[in-house]
């Protein structure tokens, strides 16, 4: 594959292509990993919000790689490819430029979204548009009848108890108060989330394995 | 063969610790770090730092991007510090195969004292006892049969692993409920470790954990640096030591340390190694529990009372050079605390609190050394353990130390996150600590 708006390097691509036949070959229909700004969405059979086949980039154009590996200081003197090299200014950026899909229709493709993607804003991965409780321009706003979960500390979230276990809760489960609906790993330590309330889970907005920072929502469930 | 480069596959205040004595030696230094800690302390020591990948553990974690970092960076040795992947057999091994020298045990070693019944056997080969139960149990009657033969409590372990997970104590009380405790010890093993496989011990109700500093070489030669006492300690988690250990007498001392210089010998351990050892306080008896195959967090307590620097051993070890000591030469002088101080908050549940460090005031003075990875300004990941900084003291005695520990804790100014020091401060100076009545649930009656 080519170089897409010098957005990532040949290291890059392969990484994209190697999650997508591992993506394509394992049980799992959605993959989402996010880091410093940079976010890849692979989904597969109409899985999330990425569409069938469909690969989705979210980040800034400063994007770092193996080439520009040296920092300012010089100390840095290389880096071994273990994953998608991310901006670390993604926010400062901004740019929000569309590519489109290059992929041919029906298999996996690429397209990259550059806009910010930060983990302060969330998107609204799950439920509808119309869902009271999702992200109104990046916004989550508390509605009467609502009530959202958040985070309560840094971590990494964790929508099942391991890998290959069923989730905690989905869009649409009754759920009690006192349920757990997620897992929060900080610092080694793993925190049950549970649900405040009783009532039905109307939007989730965060995925398996998304850093979270304090009070960052996490889902809205109608009371 | 002198070395002159090498890879710190480590991250935190072991990685600096590492670099310190590597610049004293005149060793040009390759840190390993993730992205999380590109500007980390240690990534400003180190003469450079190789990026391996992103900021989850699993990085830290992964064998053969570390050997390929050495590989790339020429690095000529690995020390592998603590944690993460120093105690796992195929990266010495890996290293042994593609000529890189690693700064620890040989692979079989590691592999050997890793598999806590296998390290049990040599225990038992050699004439150092070990806690009665039994080696192996494939099921739950089996486990019931042992826990009738030597008694209630018993404990379950996971064989394959250790931090509490996959461990759980049978009370005569919960006799009748064993089966359920049986199959959750061997679920969590499971998950944990990858491995089910459980071993039942008797549980020692008044437990104190005392542990002995060994280094061995290439010939065969193994002296102890003294002794441990790490038994303050909060769910399995040590967060105080002292070297060495209080209330008891010189013959027991001497019988633990020659305990653990006869165990390494008899394998021809190379390299530092810690033997640890449970002491029952109401039989008086000490009991082999197993073998770290690494540097430890608490290993400067050691080097305070015998001026020994044991990451340079290490590297004369790995090097090839021989003890530069016999064990008559080691004298041991005072006595050392180390308290860690975890970015936790003592007074919310010990919640772990990542975060900006806005303010940063360490103690200092005769007698106090810190070692620590944060400054101001620095951004506590949560990615990685809580630890963010060791206090270590020297004193004329146990309670010269101690007051010296209390002083300089009280000048600790940490500001942006909580730590444990006000927690650790009420742990010195409560009765039981100050008279050396240390045991393994010292905290039961601290915490409320």
């Given at each position: 594959?080519?170089?897409?708006?010098?957005?990532?390097?040949?290291?890059?691509?392969?990484?994209?292509?190697?999650?997508?036949?591992?993506?394509?070959?394992?049980?799992?229909?959605?993959?989402?990993?996010e880091?410093d700004g940079v976010c890849?969405?692979?989904?597969?059979?109409?899985?999330?919000?990425?569409?069938?086949?469909?690969?989705?980039?979210a980040g800034s154009m400063g994007?770092?790689?193996?080439?520009?590996?040296?920092?300012?200081?010089?100390?840095?003197?290389?880096?071994?490819?273990?994953?998608?090299?991310?901006s670390?200014n993604a926010a400062e950026m901004g740019a929000s430029v569309?590519?489109?899909?290059?992929?041919?229709?029906?298999?996996?493709?690429?397209?990259?979204n550059l806009e910010t993607h930060g983990t302060s804003e969330p998107p609204?991965?799950?439920?509808?548009?119309?869902?009271?409780?999702?992200?109104?321009n990046g916004?989550?706003?508390?509605?009467?009848?609502?009530?959202?979960?958040?985070?309560?500390?840094?971590?990494?979230?964790?929508?099942?108890?391991?890998?290959?276990?069923?989730?905690?809760?989905?869009?649409?489960?009754?759920?009690?108060?006192?349920?757990?609906?997620?897992?929060?790993?900080?610092?080694?330590?793993?925190?049950?989330?549970?649900?405040?309330?009783?009532?039905?889970?109307?939007?989730?907005?965060?995925?398996?394995?998304?850093?979270?920072?304090?009070?960052?929502?996490?889902?809205?469930?109608?009371? | 063969?002198?070395?002159?480069?090498?890879?710190?596959?480590?991250?935190?205040?072991?990685?600096?610790?590492?670099?310190?004595?590597?610049?004293?030696?005149?060793?040009?230094?390759?840190?390993?770090?993730?992205?999380?800690?590109?500007?980390?302390?240690?990534?400003?020591?180190?003469?450079?730092?190789?990026?391996?990948?992103?900021?989850?553990?699993?990085?830290?974690?992964?064998?053969?991007?570390?050997?390929?970092?050495?590989?790339?960076?020429?690095?000529?040795?690995?020390?592998?510090?603590?944690?993460?992947?120093?105690?796992?057999?195929?990266?010495?091994?890996?290293?042994?195969?593609?000529?890189?020298?690693?700064?620890?045990?040989?692979?079989?070693?590691?592999?050997?004292?890793?598999?806590?019944?296998?390290?049990?056997?040599?225990?038992?080969?050699?004439?150092?006892?070990?806690?009665?139960?039994?080696?192996?149990?494939?099921?739950?009657?089996?486990?019931?049969?042992?826990?009738?033969?030597?008694?209630?409590?018993?404990?379950?372990?996971?064989?394959?692993?250790?931090?509490?997970?996959?461990?759980?104590?049978?009370?005569?009380?919960?006799?009748?409920?064993?089966?359920?405790?049986?199959?959750?010890?061997?679920?969590?093993?499971?998950?944990?470790?990858?491995?089910?496989?459980?071993?039942?011990?008797?549980?020692?109700?008044?437990?104190?954990?005392?542990?002995?500093?060994?280094?061995?070489?290439?010939?065969?030669?193994?002296?102890?640096?003294?002794?441990?006492?790490?038994?303050?300690?909060?769910?399995?988690?040590?967060?105080?030591?002292?070297?060495?250990?209080?209330?008891?007498?010189?013959?027991?001392?001497?019988?633990?340390?020659?305990?653990?210089?006869?165990?390494?010998?008899?394998?021809?351990?190379?390299?530092?190694?810690?033997?640890?050892?449970?002491?029952?306080?109401?039989?008086?008896?000490?009991?082999?529990?197993?073998?770290?195959?690494?540097?430890?967090?608490?290993?400067?307590?050691?080097?305070?009372?015998?001026?020994?620097?044991?990451?340079?051993?290490?590297?004369?070890?790995?090097?090839?050079?021989?003890?530069?000591?016999?064990?008559?030469?080691?004298?041991?002088?005072?006595?050392?605390?180390?308290?860690?101080?975890?970015?936790?908050?003592?007074?919310?549940?010990?919640?772990?609190?990542?975060?900006?460090?806005?303010?940063?005031?360490?103690?200092?003075?005769?007698?106090?050394?810190?070692?620590?990875?944060?400054?101001?300004?620095?951004?506590?990941?949560?990615?990685?353990?809580?630890?963010?900084?060791?206090?270590?003291?020297?004193?004329?005695?146990?309670?010269?130390?101690?007051?010296?520990?209390?002083?300089?804790?009280?000048?600790?100014?940490?500001?942006?996150?909580?730590?444990?020091?006000?927690?650790?401060?009420?742990?010195?100076?409560?009765?039981?600590?100050?008279?050396?009545?240390?045991?393994?649930?010292?905290?039961?009656?601290?915490?409320?």
């Amino acid at each position: 594959m080519s170089n897409i708006l010098n957005f990532f390097d040949g290291d890059d691509i392969g990484e994209i292509s190697a999650l997508i036949d591992k993506l394509e070959k394992s049980s799992f229909d959605y993959l989402k990993l996010e880091r410093d700004g940079v976010c890849i969405v692979i989904g597969k059979n109409g899985a999330g919000d990425a569409g069938a086949g469909n690969v989705e980039i979210a980040g800034s154009m400063g994007v770092s790689n193996a080439a520009s590996a040296v920092s300012a200081g010089g100390r840095v003197a290389g880096r071994v490819a273990g994953g998608v090299a991310g901006s670390h200014n993604a926010a400062e950026m901004g740019a929000s430029v569309s590519i489109g899909n290059i992929g041919a229709p029906g298999t996996s493709g690429i397209s990259g979204n550059l806009e910010t993607h930060g983990t302060s804003e969330p998107p609204g991965i799950s439920g509808t548009p119309e869902t009271p409780g999702t992200p109104v321009n990046g916004e989550i706003v508390e509605q009467d009848g609502y009530v959202i979960v958040r985070s309560p500390n840094y971590g990494l979230f964790y929508t099942q108890s391991e890998p290959g276990a069923p989730p905690y809760t989905h869009v649409g489960a009754m759920i009690k108060a006192g349920d757990t609906v997620g897992l929060l790993e900080t610092m080694k330590t793993f925190t049950a989330i549970s649900s405040p309330t009783d009532g039905e889970v109307s939007a989730i907005y965060v995925v398996n394995e998304e850093t979270l920072e304090p009070g960052q929502p996490l889902m809205s469930i109608q009371i | 063969m002198k070395i002159y480069s090498m890879i710190i596959a480590n991250r935190g205040e072991i990685a600096v610790r590492i670099i310190r004595t590597c610049r004293v030696l005149g060793i040009e230094t390759i840190l390993a770090a993730s992205e999380a800690d590109e500007e980390s302390m240690a990534a400003r020591l180190a003469d450079r730092t190789i990026i391996i990948g992103p900021p989850p553990t699993s990085t830290y974690l992964n064998v053969d991007l570390m050997v390929q970092a050495a590989l790339e960076m020429r690095a000529q040795a690995l020390h592998p510090g603590y944690g993460f992947l120093s105690e796992r057999a195929e990266l010495a091994q890996a290293c042994a195969d593609k000529g890189i020298i690693f700064v620890g045990p040989k692979a079989e070693h590691i592999e050997k004292m890793g598999n806590k019944l296998a390290a049990r056997m040599i225990a038992i080969e050699c004439g150092v006892p070990v806690v009665p139960g039994s080696e192996k149990i494939d099921s739950y009657e089996h486990a019931r049969r042992v826990a009738d033969a030597i008694g209630f409590p018993v404990i379950l372990k996971a064989a394959a692993g250790g931090g509490g997970r996959g461990m759980k104590i049978v009370t005569a009380e919960d006799a009748t409920s064993m089966k359920q405790l049986y199959d959750e010890a061997s679920a969590e093993a499971a998950a944990a470790f990858g491995d089910g496989t459980l071993y039942i011990e008797k549980y020692i109700t008044h437990a104190r954990h005392i542990e002995v500093q060994i280094l061995g070489d290439k010939n065969g030669e193994a002296v102890h640096l003294g002794e441990r006492d790490c038994s303050t300690q909060r769910r399995h988690q040590k967060l105080i030591e002292e070297a060495g250990a209080p209330n008891i007498s010189d013959a027991l001392r001497n019988d633990i340390c020659d305990a653990a210089v006869r165990l390494v010998k008899s394998i021809s351990y190379e390299n530092a190694g810690t033997v640890e050892f449970v002491y029952d306080i109401d039989e008086e008896k000490y009991y082999f529990l197993e073998m770290n195959t690494r540097i430890q967090v608490e290993h400067p307590v050691t080097e305070m009372v015998t001026g020994i620097d044991i990451v340079r051993e290490q590297i004369n070890i790995a090097s090839g050079g021989g003890l530069p000591f016999a064990q008559g030469d080691i004298s041991f002088r005072g006595h050392a605390f180390e308290c860690r101080i975890n970015a936790e908050d003592p007074f919310a549940g010990f919640r772990p609190t990542p975060g900006v460090i806005t303010g940063w005031e360490m103690p200092q003075g005769p007698g106090v050394r810190v070692d620590t990875h944060c400054y101001h300004g620095y951004k506590v990941p949560f990615f990685y353990d809580s630890l963010i900084a060791k206090i270590i003291v020297h004193g004329d005695d146990r309670e010269h130390a101690r007051r010296r520990m209390v002083a300089a804790l009280d000048e600790i100014v940490v500001d942006g996150i909580s730590t444990t020091a006000p927690f650790l401060s009420e742990v010195l100076t409560a009765s039981d600590f100050i008279d050396g009545r240390v045991h393994t649930r010292i905290l039961d009656g601290l915490m409320g």
